[in-house]
């Protein structure tokens, strides 16, 4: 596991303009191990709307999701970003990791542009800077680092705990920051990514060279008895939980418990991030079915957490949502006059007879599809045997276009099932936070506050951080009478270049290496440059190297 290198273990240091400024933990303890969930584009109306389903499913009136567990303390949430009241994921998980409110699109560095009240404008020297994570600070603690989504792990989330860049939609640049991070345990998809990548970068062969073992199905997952796993189940996104063959891919839950059961035996603890990504795909679908598919997928996963932390006794445990999506609710227009006596079947019912998601169906159907081919599907994955005129307008209508094309069935079953939906967008509601163990959120907090809550927690601070993991070079070893460029010969993979009498010295960008004089090493950060025009930044430790080489030491 990843070196320790001693940080300050006072709590985090005066609050940065972007950051929430005020404690919102109710205990100052330490915990061994941290855990952070996050239900992608989750909300209020879709848990509801789960338990309901769960409760008539299986006939039991008393039942509750884990995430009812009365053990978790409960606070509310406000998302918003620097330039908009409804926040993007990329900036919201920057508040999650980082402890930063940042921009839209942007994963872990700071913002261009801050447009909500209360927040100071960005001095131009800080924007695009990169933010160190919990997840970085972890791995200088000496503790285990892992991550797991049912998305490609390059998505937005998985992104901000574990990359820095202005552009969320970068993958193979996200992709490879990732694998130099040198993160003990990832689980998810994503492997097109990692090979016949533009750079010309086999990143598999990376992974092997570090020692991962290397996982693409759920029994080579739980073969794994390494401490270093990479798990990959889908080139670009796993399935909807509903859709999922456990033979080609493992459950959100699985992989949490092959996770936790591989970072666990590292003594000094570890933190692991955990996210259910395509809760959020089929709100923006507007399809339940899927929504409800994936909820209860990442409640499971949040009950394999939750076991485990009360074993545990030191282990801290955070599940939210980085924001609403689709604006779910039990009831629609069409009960404007009759919501007082809706029968709990009238919703459930007709999603008890899905056995598909709108996602799995519509990639069934050709864009041009007739009315028989669609009448099948839905009689075949749904139950419905009725389809309307207008339904079959409203599904044709979106099977036409590209990359949304099951937003149409998802309004047909929604329909029937009395739910409506506000929009095919995010939505700028609070949202809640489940915590337990030490540093449990409360009252209403903002979103950078679940970083500090982290943070505290594994003893980091986050400012002292910043100052370990991103220095700018060219400043810092110009200070030293070195010369400093950009080589960028190969412009798919440029090299700072450092050089000071006959001492030599080559960071390659995006990765966590120092050559000096031909020798390499690994840094305990990576080397962070995003647009071209803006700074690069190295760990501190580069700048330490150099300059003992230089000094003959």
Not at 92 to 111: C, Q, R
Not at 155 to 167: F, G, L, N, V
Not at 350 to 378: C, G, T, V, W, Y
Request: net charge negative.
């Amino acid at each position: 596991m990843s070196t320790a290198i001693l940080l300050s273990s006072v709590a985090t240091a005066a609050p940065n303009a972007f950051a929430a400024d005020k404690s919102t933990t109710t205990s100052n303890g330490k915990a061994k191990n941290v855990i952070f969930m996050l239900s992608d584009g989750n909300s209020i109306g879709g848990t509801t709307l789960t338990r309901w389903y769960d409760i008539i499913k299986k006939n039991d009136p008393n039942y509750r999701l884990a995430l009812d567990d009365p053990s978790f303390d409960l606070a509310l949430q406000r998302t918003y970003c620097t330039n908009s009241i409804i926040t993007d994921s990329a900036p919201a998980g920057t508040a999650y990791s980082a402890g930063y409110k940042s921009a839209d699109k942007f994963i872990s560095v700071m913002p261009d542009e801050v447009k909500m009240p209360g927040l100071p404008p960005v001095n131009e020297a800080d924007k695009y800077k990169p933010l160190a994570t919990v997840l970085e600070g972890a791995k200088l603690k000496g503790k285990a680092t892992g991550i797991v989504s049912t998305s490609n792990v390059q998505h937005a989330s998985p992104a901000a705990i574990s990359a820095h860049w202005y552009a969320r939609s970068n993958y193979e640049e996200i992709a490879e920051q990732q694998v130099y991070q040198d993160i003990d345990v990832v689980f998810g998809a994503g492997s097109r990514y990692l090979s016949n990548r533009k750079d010309g970068e086999n990143l598999l062969d990376v992974l092997t060279s570090r020692g991962y073992v290397y996982a693409d199905t759920p029994a080579s997952m739980a073969a794994a008895s390494g401490n270093k796993i990479w798990g990959m189940f889908a080139d670009t996104a796993m399935t909807r939980d509903i859709d999922r063959d456990p033979a080609k891919q493992p459950s959100l839950a699985e992989m949490t418990k092959q996770a936790i059961d591989t970072l666990k035996k590292d003594k000094d603890g570890f933190f692991l991030f955990i996210e259910g990504s395509e809760v959020d795909w089929s709100a923006h679908s507007n399809d339940p079915v899927g929504l409800i598919s994936d909820i209860n997928a990442f409640d499971q996963a949040v009950k394999t957490a939750l076991d485990f932390a009360k074993q545990d006794g030191n282990t801290l445990l955070i599940v939210t949502t980085d924001h609403g999506n689709g604006g779910i609710t039990i009831g629609s227009k069409e009960t404007d006059d009759t919501y007082s006596k809706l029968p709990i079947d009238k919703v459930v019912q007709p999603l008890l007879k899905a056995i598909k998601s709108a996602d799995f169906i519509a990639q069934q159907l050709p864009k041009d599809a007739s009315d028989e081919q669609i009448k099948a599907q839905l009689q075949t994955y749904w139950g419905i045997t009725d389809v309307t005129p207008e339904e079959l307008a409203e599904a044709k209508r979106w099977l036409a276009k590209e990359g949304v094309r099951d937003y149409g069935l998802g309004r047909i079953i929604s329909s029937r099932a009395n739910l409506g939906w506000t929009t095919h967008g995010h939505t700028g509601e609070d949202v809640l936070v489940y915590s337990y163990g030490p540093n449990k959120l409360s009252g209403l907090i903002e979103n950078t506050d679940t970083a500090k809550a982290m943070a505290q927690a594994m003893g980091i601070n986050l400012q002292e951080l910043n100052k370990t993991l991103y220095v700018n070079a060219e400043a810092a070893f110009k200070q030293l009478g070195a010369t400093y460029r950009i080589d960028n010969t190969d412009a798919a993979n440029p090299v700072v270049l450092v050089e000071k009498g006959t001492v030599k010295a080559e960071l390659p960008l995006s990765k966590d290496i120092i050559k000096i004089n031909g020798k390499e090493t690994h840094l305990t950060g990576i080397v962070i440059r995003g647009k071209e025009d803006r700074p690069v930044f190295v760990p501190q430790e580069a700048i330490d190297l150099f300059k003992k080489v230089v000094a003959g030491k």
